[in-house]
Nanobody
Framework: QLHLVESGGGLVQPGGSLRLSCTSA????????IAWFRQAPGKEREGVSC????????DYADFVQGRFTISRDNAKNTVYLQMNSLKPDDTGVYYC????????????????????WGQGTQVTVSS
C-alpha cells in the first residue's frame, strides 16, 4: 500500500519561504503523478499544484502562480513544493497525493481522483 509522508511545514512570516517535501518509504514514486492540496481552517480542500511522473508537465492553481514551484527528484524519491512570497492566506495543512494509473499532470484533478495521500504538514504564515 502506498504511504506518502509530507514534511517541511512550519511557521513563517509573510513574504517568507518554505520548501515542502513528499516522499514514501513503502514505494517508489517515479511512475506516479504527484499533486499538492491544502486545507485552511473552516475551508474546503483546494488543489495547489501537480507534476507528472517525468517532471515534464506541471499545473498550478491561479492563486499560487508565480510564487510556488513544484519539482521532483526521482533519484531521491521525493517531490518538492517550493513556496515563496508566502501570504497569511497560504496558511493550512498541505497534503501530497499520488495518481498511480497514468502518472500524468495535465491539470490538477479532484481530491477523490487521486489514489493515495499523506497525513499533511502544517504551514502557518503569520507575523
Amino acid at each position: 500500500q502506498l504511504h506518502l509522508v509530507e514534511s517541511g511545514g512550519g511557521l513563517v512570516q509573510p513574504g517568507g519561504s518554505l520548501r515542502l517535501s513528499c516522499t514514501s518509504a513503502s514505494s517508489t514514486l517515479e511512475t506516479y503523478g504527484i499533486a499538492w492540496f491544502r486545507q485552511a481552517p473552516g475551508k474546503e480542500r483546494e488543489g495547489v499544484s501537480c507534476i507528472s511522473y517525468s517532471g515534464d508537465s506541471t499545473d498550478y492553481a491561479d492563486f499560487v502562480q508565480g510564487r510556488f514551484t513544484i519539482s521532483r527528484d526521482n533519484a531521491k524519491n521525493t517531490v518538492y513544493l517550493q513556496m515563496n512570497s508566502l501570504k497569511p492566506d497560504d496558511t493550512g495543512v498541505y497534503y501530497c497525493l499520488a495518481e498511480t494509473v497514468a502518472g500524468e499532470c495535465f491539470k490538477i484533478l479532484r481530491w477523490d481522483e487521486y489514489d493515495a495521500w499523506g497525513q499533511g504538514t502544517q504551514v502557518t504564515v503569520s507575523s
